[in-house]
Every structure is written in structure tokens, then in C-alpha cells.
């Protein structure tokens, strides 16, 4: 068993957001050297995920936890976790045939593996995110995901490519070794410094590479010997002239907030009164709400609530310290009917959706950069108002009408002036309304 010092790739990602292109496929060519090894000695993981990546202070990367990997040659054991119809693994970047019989899963099911963690490094999501693990093992055997090129502009449409062969549904169409993947990602990859390459010297265009491989389970019988760090010798592929350079953005599309809504419910049974703004009536203490927003393209988000008591609280992501995740479609509170309680008292309500095309970092981070906002607790009263980035709306009460614009109280124009001057603030849409004293009739003032 050896001790290694460093951070699991999955906390990397959800620590400093999406990872550049060049180091994504550094660290994933590393995995594949370390895979290349252990299937040479017959063995396949099984569980190949973002956090069972360990990178080093040295920009190695170790492959970890072998405790559920099994030789090729081994007989299905008699365990009821191997069994067939039971899921061995984890869901988010399990292969299709391995979710239907864990026994038929081969080197080429670690390849998908590495594929949606390659997916992970360069989303800061893996290929499908959303539901239970059963739904999720339906969408790997029966959905594409998003195209990584919709999420990451940036990403050379010859490593889409790659990526696309990683996760292909039939194991057959995948590459046939980790060696083959090391080789396609090479024209991509990003060298780590002080990683060290000796020449083998005997053959020609041939190198050898030291393949640390950390283990970090349970032993399994037979393994014994397996050692912890491994040379192998491996010819790298030609590299084509058009992947020699692999520098061809997509073309930028445009970033705007499509909608942004706050549904309004009242009472212990939660019943629906409409849309803020539109059709609702105005909202009182303990009422209940929830947000949903829609962007013309993948982004990076923060939703933020400013309460009636003066104070800030970020809703997705929810942890200060965790970075957001690329996304066309806001929805809080994400578990159905699930709501943000108008508990603070009376006074002033906003929420402030901010995206950006590049990743954003933990909004702890970004707060602290930006500074703090202007806000504290308000009188209720001025109407629903929107700013949607250039000019403010006061919102109608009902649907078809227009809205007017003009000039909303001070409160909301410093709010929205504060995000809009902000660093890295591509899209806002900004949704202001008045919380009324539990016990005051609609228009009155007290």
C-alpha cells in the first residue's frame, strides 16, 4: 500500500471550475497510461471516476481504489453485489453494458469511463448529471449527451471527436486499448512540467514512461505483485497536420437570459397564485416562492437571493465554496415541490440570475473579488420590477399588457448597477418585488 500526497481530480474541478483543454488531456493520457498497465496484466477497474484520479503535487496523476476491479480471466464470483440486473460502479460514469451485467465489462467499458470523466474535466459536470442512478443508466445506454463543444467553445472539434469514440454505446466502436486513447489525445495534451521522459535508445521513435499506478483498496488475490510504479514501451502515432495545431474555436454564440420567472404559492397546501408580476397577487410573509430561468446557451450561474432582512444568500450553487456547472435551464429550489419561504418579514425581495460563457469560480471567490453588495433591508412597496441587463421594467399584473419603463427606486438601481459593473458578468436578469406584512390587504400601506 503506498501513501501519495495530492487532490482527486474531482475535487480540482469543483474547486477551480472546468479545467483548460491541454490539461484535461493531460491528466486523462496519464489515467491511460496507468489503464494500459493494468490491462496488460489483465485486470479491469470498474469504477474509473473523477475522484478515483489522484494528481500530485508534481502534476503526476494516480490511478486509485481497485476495489472493485477483477482479472479477465477471473470466474464471476458467487457475491449477489455481481449479480446480474445489479449496478457495480457508479452511475455517472458507468458504460452501458457494464450497468446491464457488471460481468461483462472489459477494458474498453474503463475507456467509456475515462471518457465521461474526460466529459467532467472539461464540462465541470459529467455527460448526464440529472435523476436517479437508474435514470442515469438508462441515458448512458439510450441518449447522447450534450455535445461538449455546446458547453466548451474552446474544445478542437478533433477532440470532440475522440471524445465522442470514448462514448460510444457499442464497446466495439470505442478505441481498443488505453494506449490507442494516449496516442489520440497526445496532439491535445499539455506537458507537466518535471514529468519524466526517458528514451528507451534501442528502437528508434520509441520512449519509455514511468506509469505510477497507486493502490488504494482492498488487495485483490493474485495482485499481490503488481507493481506500484511500471515501464512500458509505446510507439506514439503520427499526428496529423491538421491535429498538430488543435486551435479552431467554434464561433462565439450569443449569451442572453431568455426568462426568468418566480411562481407565487400561498398556504400549508401551497396553492399556486401565478406568476410575480404577471398574474399574481402581491406577495406577503410566509408565502412561498419558486425561481426558474432559461438561457440562450450553456453558461456558468449564480442565482442569488437578497432578503427582506438585509441579508445575502446564494442559491445555486447552494455552497459558497462550490463552483457552478454549465446550464440552459435555473430551477430552485431543484427538488419538486420544494420552496423558498418569504420568512424574513416585510420589506424588499430580489433575485439576481449572473452567467458568463467561462467558467465561474466558487461564488465565495468571486464575492470576495467583486466586494459586497449594496443592499440591506428595505420598506416594501415600488412593484415588481426586472432588469434584464439594459433597462429596468416595472412588470404588469396581467399577461398582455406591456410593461412600463423607466427609472425603479433607488434599491433596485444600485443592486443591479453593482452586478452589471462586475468582472466576468455576461448575462444578468435581475427580478425585485415587494413582501407586504402578513395581515395587510393588497394596496394598502402601512
Known amino acids: 500500500m503506498e501513501y501519495v500526497e495530492g487532490t482527486t481530480l474531482s475535487r480540482l474541478v469543483h474547486e477551480k471550475g472546468p479545467l483548460p483543454v491541454g490539461q484535461a488531456c493531460n491528466y486523462i493520457r496519464q489515467a491511460a497510461d496507468a489503464l494500459q498497465h493494468a490491462h496488460e496484466h489483465g485486470l479491469v477497474h470498474r469504477d474509473l471516476k473523477p475522484s478515483n484520479l489522484l494528481l500530485t503535487p508534481d502534476g503526476q496523476v494516480k490511478m486509485l481504489d481497485l476495489g472493485l476491479a477483477r482479472l479477465r480471466e477471473e470466474p464471476p464470483p458467487g457475491d449477489e453485489v455481481t449479480t446480474v440486473g445489479r449496478m457495480l460502479g457508479t452511475p455517472d460514469y458507468m458504460a452501458p453494458e457494464q450497468a446491464t451485467d457488471p460481468r461483462r465489462a472489459d477494458v474498453r467499458s474503463d475507456l467509456y469511463s475515462l471518457g465521461c470523466t474526460l466529459y467532467f474535466l472539461l464540462a465541470g459536470r459529467p455527460p448526464f448529471p440529472f435523476g436517479t442512478p437508474t435514470d442515469k443508466a438508462i441515458k448512458h445506454a439510450t441518449e447522447d449527451p450534450l455535445p461538449v463543444r455546446q458547453l466548451r467553445p474552446d474544445v478542437p472539434p478533433e477532440l470532440a471527436a475522440v471524445l465522442d469514440r470514448l462514448l460510444a454505446k457499442d464497446p466495439a466502436r470505442r478505441y481498443p486499448t488505453p494506449a490507442a486513447l494516449g ?18 535508445g534501442r528502437t528508434p521513435g520509441r520512449r519509455r514512461r514511468w506509469v505510477g499506478l497507486a493502490l488504494a483498496a482492498a488487495c485483490l488475490a493474485g495482485l499481490a505483485a503488481l507493481p506500484l510504479a511500471a515501464r512500458r514501451l509505446l510507439a506514439p502515432a503520427p499526428v496529423p497536420p491538421a491535429l498538430s495545431a488543435p486551435n479552431n474555436p467554434a464561433p462565439a454564440a450569443e449569451l442572453h437570459m431568455v426568462s426568468l420567472h418566480v411562481q407565487h404559492y400561498r398556504g400549508e397546501q401551497a396553492t399556486w397564485l401565478g406568476e410575480l408580476g404577471q398574474d399574481s397577487a402581491e406577495a406577503r410573509e410566509d408565502d412561498d416562492v419558486r425561481v426558474s430561468a432559461r438561457l440562450s446557451i450553456p453558461a456558468y450561474c449564480y442565482l442569488v437571493a437578497f432578503n427582506a432582512d438585509g441579508k445575502e444568500q446564494p442559491c445555486l450553487p447552494r455552497n459558497r465554496e462550490e463552483a457552478p456547472l454549465p446550464t440552459t435551464e435555473v430551477v430552485y429550489p431543484q427538488k419538486p415541490k420544494s420552496y423558498f419561504g418569504l420568512t424574513d418579514g416585510a420589506g424588499l425581495q430580489a ?28 420598506v416594501a412597496g415600488g412593484g415588481v420590477w426586472q432588469f434584464d441587463g439594459g433597462e429596468f421594467e416595472l412588470l404588469p399584473r396581467e399577461r398582455g ?22 468582472p466576468g458578468v455576461e448575462a444578468l436578469r435581475v427580478l425585485a418585488f415587494p413582501v407586504k406584512p402578513k395581515g395587510e390587504k393588497p394596496g394598502e400601506a402601512k
Open 183 to 200: 496516442a489520440a489525445l497526445e496532439p491535445f495534451a499539455q506537458s507537466t512540467p518535471g514529468r519524466v521522459r526517458r528514451a528507451a
Open 351 to 378: 433575485f439576481v440570475l449572473v452567467a458568463s460563457r467561462q467558467p465561474l469560480p466558487p461564488y465565495a471567490r468571486w464575492e470576495a473579488a467583486a466586494g459586497a453588495a449594496p443592499w440591506r433591508a428595505h
Open 401 to 422: 399588457t406591456e410593461c412600463q419603463r423607466g427609472a425603479p427606486p433607488w434599491p433596485r438601481q444600485d443592486l443591479c448597477a453593482f452586478f452589471k459593473g462586475r
